[in-house]
């Protein structure tokens, strides 16, 4: 499971998220609408987009 990545797309503005999803948001290193990151597929970040999932879109990458 750590060789596959997931790229984590924010799909969304901030404006009018909780403070809570914010922070999630930028734990995860998004910082703009349209702004892209690629992490490892582990539990504790699928935790993270599960929170924020009406945000971001997710893809699955083999790596």
Do not use: Y
Not at 25 to 38: D, E, Q, Y
Not at 54 to 59: D, I, S
């Amino acid at each position: 499971m750590a060789d596959k990545k997931l790229k984590v797309t924010l799909k969304r503005g901030l404006i009018g998220v909780s403070d809570g999803k914010i922070r999630t948001i930028k734990a995860l290193g998004l910082k703009k609408r349209s702004h892209s990151v690629i992490k490892n597929d582990t539990p504790e970040i699928r935790g993270m987009i599960d929170k924020v999932s009406n945000l971001v879109e997710v893809e699955e990458l083999e790596a």
